[in-house]
C-alpha cells in the first residue's frame, strides 16, 4: 500500500474538529470553553472527559486517555493508523491521497515479515492435513478432548520432524532465508559455519497472533522427549512477549462484550476452555504478567482473574502477579486470583467438572484485597499488638503502590479494620517528606514553582482551576485504560483559583511546554548534553527538536498526529499524556512566563547532568566559568568540603576554588 502523504495529515487535522468528531461517538455538553462528557474509555459516574476546541486536544482526567481527533478515532473505533485516517478524511470529504514510489524501508520490512510469518502460519497448519506424519499431532489433540473446529479457530499445526521443511518449504532464495531468521523460525548452527535449521521440530504448532489478528510469533508443544516441553518464538521486530497475549484475539473476536477476561498458564489452558465454551481466556507466553500486559488486558475488560496452581510455585507466581497488579489497580478495574486444586490445571480440571462448576470456581476466586491482606499476614497472629503492627508496616508501602483514589482509600480502611488503626495514622506511613523550607525551594517558576522529582509522573494533584478552565471536574472513578496512562486525582469543585502541586519529573515537563508552544524550541540551547542521562524520554525530546526544526509551522494537534503516526500509538499516547501536563498552567488572567519556565527547565537538566559527572570534572568546568549561579557555589562548596580527598586538596587548588566563590553572581541562565 502506498503511503499517505504527511502533508494530507497535517491539512486534514487542520480541517477535522476534535468537537464535531468526538460529538458525533459521544454526547458533549459545554462547560465554559470546553466541552465535557463521561470517559468513553471507561467506566464513571461523574464526566471526567473534557474536549478543548482552542487545542484541538481531549483528555480525560480520570484514566489519562488524551490525543486529538485522529487519536481519538483510533481508540474509539479500535481502528489502525491508516483506517482512522481515511474513516476521517470520510468525516471530512475528503480523499485520501497516496504517495507512489516512496521507498519506506521500514515499513516495507515489517510487511516483509508479517508475510513469513504468514506463509509459516499456513505451511503449519497444512502439515497437520496432509503429512503423513501427522496422525500422531491428531491423536495428540483429540486425546486432549479438541475438536476439528476448535483446532482451526485457533489455527494450530504441526511441525513435522526433520531438521529443514518449513527452509525448504519457504526460503526459496537467501532474501527469504533471511527474514525466516530474523522472524525467529530458523535458528543457526554453531559448530557448522553457515547451515541452519527450523527451530521447530516434531511439535503442535499454536499461532501467536496480535489483536488485529495478524501472525507474529509461534509457540510449539513438543510430541516426543524432546525438551523443552514447550518452545516459544524468541523477540522479534515484531513480536515482544511482554506484551502480547495468546488467545485475546480470539477472545475479542468471539465475545460482543468481554466483562472478565481469565489469565492462563498454557496454550493448551486457552484452547481447552475454549472447547468448553470458555472463550474469555488468554495466556502469557512463557513469562510472569507484566505491566503491559496488565494495561492490555484492562483495555478490553474492567476484571482480569488469574488462575494458578494451588502448590507453593502457584502462591510465589500469584504474589509476583499482585505486585505487579498494584501500581495499575485504578478505579473501575477489579483483579481476583483463583487457585487451583493441587495436581490440577485449568486443561485438566475443566474436563474433569465441567465448564459449568469451572466457572462457579471463577466466581469465587480470592478478591485483590483478600489475597493481599492473606498473603501478607500468613505468618503472623493477629491478635498479637506487634504482629498487626508488622502488618501495616508491610502491607500499607504495598497499598501505596496504587494509584490515588477510591480503591487505594477503601484498602487504607481494610488495613485499618485489620490492624485497629485508624487510616488518617496509616496515611502517615506512607506520607510523602514534607516540603522543603521557603529559602530552599527553587527559583520563581512562573506563577508558582513545581515541585521537580524524579518520581514517575502518576504523583499529580491540584486542585480546582477557574470556571471555564481545562478540568473543572469533581474527584471520580477510574478505570481501564492501556499502556501507561496518567491517572490523577480531580479538582475539587468550587475553588476560585489553582493552587499548584506538582510532581512532574522536568525532563516531561520541557517537552509538555514544547509541545504545546513549539515557538520556544529556537530558544534554546543545546541540548545533547542530556543525553548522558540514559534517560528514556530523552530520544523524544531530541525527535521533537528535529521535527520543531523542519517543522516550525507545527501546532499540538499535527505534533500528535505525526508523531502517532510515525512512532505507533504507544509512542503517540505517552506524548499526549505529557503534553496533557500543560493543560492545567495559569490562565490567561494569571500571567505566565513561557521563556522563564524554560529557562528555569534548562538550567536544572544541566544541572542534573553535570550532577552525573565525575567531581574532578565538575570542579574543573565550575572553575572555568566566568561567574556562578547560586546552585553553582552551592555545588563548587559540597565538592570543596565533601568530595575531595586529602591528596586532591592541594594549597593551588584550595585558592583557585576561593577565588571562583569570589566572583559576581551569574543572574542571567539560558
Known amino acids: 500500500m502506498a503511503r499517505i502523504p504527511q502533508a494530507f495529515i497535517d491539512d486534514l487535522l487542520d480541517r477535522a474538529d476534535i468537537v464535531d468528531v468526538v460529538g458525533s461517538r459521544v454526547d458533549l455538553r459545554k462547560t465554559g470553553k470546553n466541552y465535557s462528557a463521561r470517559c468513553p474509555f471507561h467506566d464513571e459516574k461523574t464526566p471526567s472527559f473534557t474536549v478543548s476546541p482552542d487545542k484541538q486536544f481531549y483528555y480525560c482526567f480520570g484514566c489519562g486517555a488524551g490525543g486529538n481527533a485522529l487519536g481519538f478515532v483510533m481508540d474509539y473505533d479500535q481502528l489502525p493508523f491508516v483506517d482512522a485516517v481515511e474513516s476521517l478524511a470520510r468525516h471530512c470529504g475528503l480523499e485520501v491521497p497516496r504517495e ?42 483429540k486425546g486432549r478432548g479438541l475438536t476439528g473446529q476448535i483446532t482451526s479457530t485457533f489455527g494450530i499445526g504441526y511441525a513435522p520432524p526433520g531438521w529443514d521443511n518449513l527452509i525448504r518449504a519457504l526460503a526459496s532464495d537467501d532474501s527469504q532465508l533471511a527474514l525466516l531468521k530474523e522472524a525467529g523460525l530458523v535458528v543457526d548452527r554453531d559448530d557448522e559455519g553457515n547451515r541452519v535449521y527450523d527451530r521447530f521440530r516434531n511439535r503442535i504448532i499454536f499461532p501467536i497472533r496480535n489483536t488485529r489478528g495478524k501472525t507474529i510469533a509461534f509457540g510449539g508443544r513438543v510430541l516426543g522427549d524432546d525438551k523443552p516441553k514447550y518452545l516459544n518464538s524468541p523477540e522479534t521486530p515484531v513480536f515482544h512477549k511482554g506484551r502480547e497475549l495468546y488467545g485475546l484475539h480470539e477472545a475479542l473476536r468471539e465475545l460482543k462484550e468481554v466483562s472478565l477476561l481469565l489469565v492462563v498458564e498454557g496454550y493448551m489452558d486457552v484452547v481447552a476452555l475454549a472447547q468448553h465454551g470458555i472463550r474469555n481466556a488468554v495466556a502469557t507466553l512463557g513469562t510472569a504478567a507484566t505491566p503491559e500486559h496488565l494495561e492490555k488486558l484492562f483495555r478490553y475488560s474492567p476484571e482480569v482473574v488469574f488462575c494458578f496452581d494451588g502448590d507453593a510455585a502457584g502462591r510465589n507466581a500469584a504474589r509476583r502477579a499482585l505486585d505487579t497488579c498494584l501500581p495499575v489497580m485504578s478505579d473501575g478495574r477489579t483483579a481476583r486470583f483463583l487457585f487451583l486444586p493441587e ?187 542530556l543525553e548522558a542521562l540514559d534517560d528514556p524520554e530523552v530520544p523524544m525530546l531530541m525527535g521533537l527538536l528535529e521535527l520543531f526544526h523542519q517543522h516550525p509551522e507545527y501546532t499540538l494537534n499535527h505534533i500528535l498526529g505525526y508523531w502517532r503516526g510515525i512512532h505507533g500509538p504507544e509512542q503517540g499516547e505517552l506524548l499526549a499524556r505529557i503534553a496533557a501536563n500543560d493543560l492545567l498552567q495559569p490562565q490567561a488572567s494569571r500571567p505566565r512566563d513561557n521563556l522563564a519556565e524554560l529557562n528555569d527547565i534548562h538550567r536544572h537538566l544541566m544541572n542534573k547532568v553535570r550532577h552525573h559527572r565525575p567531581h574532578q570534572q565538575r570542579l574543573a568546568e565550575l572553575l572555568a566559568q566566568d561567574s556562578l549561579s547560586t546552585d553553582d557555589r552551592k555545588i563548587l562548596f559540597d565538592i570543596w568540603h565533601s568530595r575531595l580527598s586529602a591528596e586532591e586538596r592541594t594549597p593551588e587548588l584550595n585558592n583557585s576554588i576561593k577565588q571562583a566563590l569570589a566572583r559576581p553572581n551569574q543572574t542571567d541562565y539560558k
Do not use: C
Not at 474 to 485: I, N, V
Not at 498 to 515: E, V
Open 343 to 529: 495436581g490440577e490445571d485449568p486443561d485438566s480440571l475443566v474436563r474433569r467438572i465441567g465448564a459449568e462448576e469451572f466457572g462457579l470456581l471463577v466466581k469465587a476466586a480470592s478478591s485483590l484485597s483478600t489475597f493481599l491482606f492473606d498473603a501478607v499476614g500468613d505468618s503472623l497472629d493477629l491478635t498479637s499488638l506487634d504482629d498487626r503492627a508488622r502488618l501495616s508496616q508491610l502491607a500499607a508501602p504495598m497499598i501505596n503502590r496504587m494509584p490515588r483514589g477510591v480503591y487505594r482509600q477503601l484498602m487504607l480502611k481494610q488495613l485499618g479494620k485489620i490492624t485497629g488503626m485508624e487510616t488518617d495514622r496509616l496515611e502517615l506511613l506512607i506520607a510523602p517528606p514534607p516540603p522543603l523550607p521557603p529559602d530552599t525551594a527553587p527559583e520563581s517558576f512562573g506563577e508558582t514553582p513545581p515541585d521537580w522529582t524524579d518520581l514517575p509522573p502518576e504523583d499529580w494533584d491540584q486542585d480546582e482551576p477557574p470556571d471555564g478552565s481545562f478540568g473543572e471536574r469533581q474527584p471520580l472513578s477510574r478505570g481501564g485504560r492501556a499502556s501507561g496512562s496518567l491517572r490523577r486525582p480531580l479538582p475539587r469543585p468550587g475553588a476560585t483559583a489553582p493552587t499548584r502541586r506538582l510532581k512532574l519529573r522536568p525532563l516531561h515537563q520541557l517537552i509538555a511546554l514544547l509541545a504545546n508552544q513549539p515557538a520556544l524550541a529556537t530558544e534554546l540551547g543545546d541540548l545533547s548534553p
Open 100 to 141: 507512489t514510489g516512496i521507498d519506506d524501508g521500514r515499513e516495507g520490512h515489517r510487511k516483509q515479515l508479517y508475510a513469513i510469518l504468514e506463509a509459516a502460519d499456513r505451511f503449519y497448519r497444512n502439515q497437520l492435513r496432509q503429512h503423513s506424519g501427522a496422525k500422531i499431532a491428531v491423536d495428540y489433540l
